[in-house]
């Protein structure tokens, strides 16, 4: 249910040979129904968001938003990218790196450090 351009050939790479171009139509009634901003006010854990700049599926200010609403427990982490440009590259391994050091420091490794610069959400 996604139009951005080459988003065929960029979910066949990711899903492999067997993926196929097609979505029941009842899928349709719950994409509106998702607002994650909502919510987020409710979370009592800590919440890592990763954002793309450039995105054109996910909106940047949407997640903001999200992020500002879940409070002092978000963590905002913000990349030069679109949707499906940290799926591979360097710049997946730059977000799974992000992701580690937040679980680490999350669950208390002593020396987890986050290698990317943090953002309180107010």
Request: include cysteine.
């Given at each position: 249910?996604?139009?951005?351009?080459?988003?065929?050939?960029?979910?066949?790479?990711?899903?492999?040979?067997?993926?196929?171009?097609?979505?029941?139509?009842?899928?349709?009634?719950?994409?509106?129904?998702?607002?994650?901003?909502?919510?987020?006010?409710?979370?009592?854990?800590?919440?890592?968001?990763?954002?793309?700049?450039?995105?054109r599926i996910a909106p940047p200010g949407a997640a903001r938003r999200t992020a500002r609403r879940a409070g002092p427990?978000?963590?905002?982490?913000?990349?030069?990218?679109?949707?499906?440009?940290?799926?591979?590259?360097?710049?997946?391994?730059?977000?799974?790196?992000d992701q580690l050091g937040f679980l680490a420091r999350v669950l208390g490794s002593s020396s987890a450090q986050l290698?990317?610069?943090?953002?309180?959400?107010?």
């Open positions: 249910m996604m139009t951005t351009p080459d988003i065929e050939r960029i979910s066949a790479v990711m899903a492999g040979p067997t993926w196929r171009n097609e979505v029941c139509a009842r899928a349709a009634l719950k994409v509106g129904a998702n607002r994650p901003v909502v919510h987020a006010g409710r979370l009592a854990c800590p919440v890592l968001f990763q954002v793309g700049l450039h995105d427990r978000a963590r905002l982490a913000e990349y030069p990218l679109d949707h499906f440009d940290v799926y591979d590259g360097p710049w997946q391994e730059r977000a799974l790196a290698p990317f610069p943090q953002k309180e959400m107010q």
